[in-house]
């Protein structure tokens, strides 16, 4: 009789023998990790895994997808990956430049030429360019793709570091520039600087210089809430600094003030989302709101005069409300004017409001795509720098994305829009067609999910489904660029689930898949699986799952909840062990979303989403591959490590993968993006008996 070892168990869950696995860098763990890795890729490497790699590497360096930019001043800035510049090259051009078929651009640094010369493993951060004179920039280098960056200053005229600037060690944190020689500082760094969360305790005042450790905090908080942020507000017509406390993911204290700190508390819900520009405020309640003897809704979006505000004033312009399945997705200020972006009922909508001393305006942007995923954002970095432009992405599953430049200030009916760029087709999408359904969850709540495939079926398709279903974060309809060369041009079918915890219906959707309410949110995803087999398009043996992060806590629960749903699951950096979880990396940030295990009543209904507690001998668990990176400080590695080898333990079919480099993300460049995704594709295809051939 074969001997289990069942460790640890829901009513046991502190006698945990795989301990030893959260220790990333131990000898003994890596050893473990290299082994099953090894294991995993002479299982599912091979031919066809080095074919699908190069297809998507090629396609994932192409030289004609869109260059995403930013304007600065006069300069488009840009980042850019391919086959020659692996880790990338940081570029600029002019806009009228850009807008040329093969533009020419500056470059301004080559970051594999960096990393070899530095003998690092430096992954682009990104960069915050002074924007008085724009001489010069703080880059964020990343060791490998980790959350915690070093910060170097730039500089323009001689294209290189500076070497007594404004240089800071690896830490999670981040500057915002006051003037050309001085720096808002909200770093990590430093003995006690940190929250127990890992990011920055104080804002810190930090001169050219002088030794950011001794810099002078002109703001703190305590070592339980999530950290502290501040920028300063150049739409005010004198300096103003907003200083974010964020006590935990969803509530936060909102400060203003000078460069010696804080010194007005503004008086908003601490769970309201808000944004300012100028002598304007915009408020998103999450929950209803009752002020000033009236109730906005939750979800409402609402204006005001910021200094009427400070002053006492409480009567505010309702610009937006919510219906059924018609939400708020976000709003941002351009040259003054505020531009919404909703779902209705998933079709994405967008309105721009001009405020004024008496009544706001309102006129829609009914000339932008009404289908599919559309996203709008100001073409320029600094919110007092936008002048009405606005750059315009749509895509859907089967058509590439378009890159539309967009002016607010035209006269209607708004549009003066051109397009700037086109993606390719990265494969063939002849004869498939995107359908929307509802699924029934347990509860009758209807789940939608959109499906791509082929028009007709046997009823034994192969099926990707997909989902995240947290922190109410939505999924669009975006183009399947790598399912759909690697899944969709074979033959195969793509369902992409918007199960509860996400926000595509706002507070509501996400509440009810958040906390006690997480359980529910993988029923969902069940339920949706439950009806693409009772609709006749596949069978529970052919359907491959796949979820990262939160959706890899999600295919876990798959896997011990639901397993005869499914025929395999890829399992992605994810969260597993929730009763541990708040003491591994920034896990306590996420108690808003999950709940505290340290409190009885929480690890009630945490223990039953706990799949790492909740795994046993004697299921009908369906393979599943297990995949993290090493260098992922956001998802302790442990989890999937942890995960994969009580599974193994328990005798079950589970297998685990480990690149050295890479964060939170699939990889550090695109041939191991590419890697990674091609090694979990050939895994799902092979576990449901799919031989899908390139």
């Not at 990790?33 to 074919?51: I, M, P, V």
Request: glycine share 10%; aromatic share 10%; with cysteine.
């Amino acid at each position: 009789m074969t001997e289990f070892d069942f460790r640890p168990t829901v009513n046991a869950p502190d006698d945990d023998p795989h301990l030893w696995l959260e220790d990333v860098g131990g000898e003994l763990a890596l050893a473990w990790t290299a082994g099953q890795s090894a294991n995993t890729l002479k299982h599912f490497g091979g031919t066809q895994f080095e074919r699908d790699r190069a297809a998507l590497t090629a396609e994932f360096d192409r030289p004609d997808r869109i260059p995403l930019v930013t304007r600065r001043g006069q300069y488009l800035y840009n980042f850019w990956r391919d086959a020659r510049n692996p880790r990338g090259l940081w570029r600029r051009t002019t806009l009228s430049v850009y807008m040329k078929a093969d533009p020419q651009w500056e470059l301004l640094i080559d970051l594999d030429a960096l990393a070899g010369s530095d003998g690092e493993d430096w992954i682009w951060g990104g960069a915050s360019i002074e924007p008085e004179r724009r001489e010069r920039a703080v880059l964020r280098l990343s060791r490998g793709g980790s959350d915690a960056v070093v910060h170097r200053e730039f500089d323009f005229s001689s294209l290189s570091f500076v070497a007594d600037g404004f240089n800071l060690p690896e830490a999670k944190g981040d500057i915002d520039w006051l003037d050309p020689n001085t720096l808002l500082l909200s770093s990590a760094l430093g003995d006690g600087m940190a929250t127990r969360c890992g990011y920055a305790r104080t804002v810190r005042l930090w001169k050219r210089g002088a030794d950011p450790l001794t810099a002078p905090v002109i703001f703190e908080t305590g070592s339980e809430t999530l950290g502290v942020s501040g920028h300063l507000d150049r739409t005010a017509e004198s300096e103003r600094l907003w200083f974010v406390e964020q006590l935990a993911w969803l509530e936060k204290i909102v400060r203003i003030g000078d460069r010696s700190g804080p010194k007005i508390e503004i008086d908003l819900p601490q769970d309201a989302r808000w944004d300012n520009f100028g002598d304007w405020l915009a408020v998103k309640p999450r929950k209803a709101w009752t002020v000033a003897g009236t109730t906005y809704c939750a979800d409402a979006l609402i204006g005001i005069s910021l200094s009427s505000f400070l002053a006492g004033e409480r009567r505010f312009s309702t610009l937006f409300e919510p219906a059924e399945r018609r939400c708020l997705q976000s709003f941002f200020w351009n040259d003054g004017k505020l531009i919404i972006g909703y779902l209705a009922n998933l079709a994405p909508r967008f309105e721009v409001f001009t405020p004024g001393p008496q009544e706001w305006t309102r006129r829609a942007l009914d000339t932008l795509p009404a289908q599919g995923a559309v996203h709008l954002w100001s073409l320029d970095a600094e919110d007092h720098e936008t002048n009405g432009e606005v750059l315009v992405c749509a895509q859907d599953p089967i058509t590439p994305p378009q890159l539309f430049l967009f002016d607010l200030n035209s006269a209607p009916p708004l549009s003066a829009s051109v397009i700037l760029k086109r993606s390719p087709e990265t494969f063939d999408a002849f004869g498939l067609v995107v359908t929307r359904h509802e699924a029934v969850s347990i509860d009758h709540e209807m789940i939608p999910y959109t499906q791509v495939g082929p028009a007709n079926g046997n009823g034994d398709a192969p099926v990707h489904l997909s989902a995240y279903g947290g922190f109410g974060i939505s999924l669009l309809p975006y183009y399947y660029s790598s399912l759909g060369k690697l899944w969709l041009e074979r033959g195969g079918t793509c369902v992409v689930a918007n199960i509860r915890g996400g926000g595509e219906f706002g507070t509501r959707w996400h509440d009810a898949g958040r906390r006690e309410g997480k359980r529910l949110a993988h029923d969902d995803f069940a339920a949706v699986a439950a009806d693409l087999v009772r609709r006749g398009i596949t069978l529970p043996r052919r359907i491959a799952a796949e979820g990262g992060s939160n959706g890899g806590l999600l295919i876990a629960n798959m896997l011990t909840r639901y397993p005869e749903h499914f025929g395999a699951l890829f399992c992605t950096v994810p969260l597993v062990d929730m009763r541990r979880y708040t003491k591994l990396l920034a896990g306590a940030s996420w108690i808003d979303e999950y709940g505290d295990p340290d409190k009885a009543d929480d690890w009630a209904f945490l223990r039953e989403i706990s799949a790492y507690h909740a795994a046993s001998p004697g299921q009908p668990y369906p393979p599943i591959l297990l995949a993290t990176m090493r260098r992922d400080d956001r998802v302790h590695p442990g989890h999937a490590r942890k995960m994969a080898a009580k599974l193994q333990a328990l005798g079950y079919p589970a297998y685990f993968y480990e690149p050295s480099a890479g964060g939170h993300s699939y990889a550090k460049d695109n041939r191991e993006q590419a890697a990674f995704i091609s090694l979990g594709t050939n895994f799902l295809r092979s576990a449901i008996g799919w031989h899908a051939c390139s």
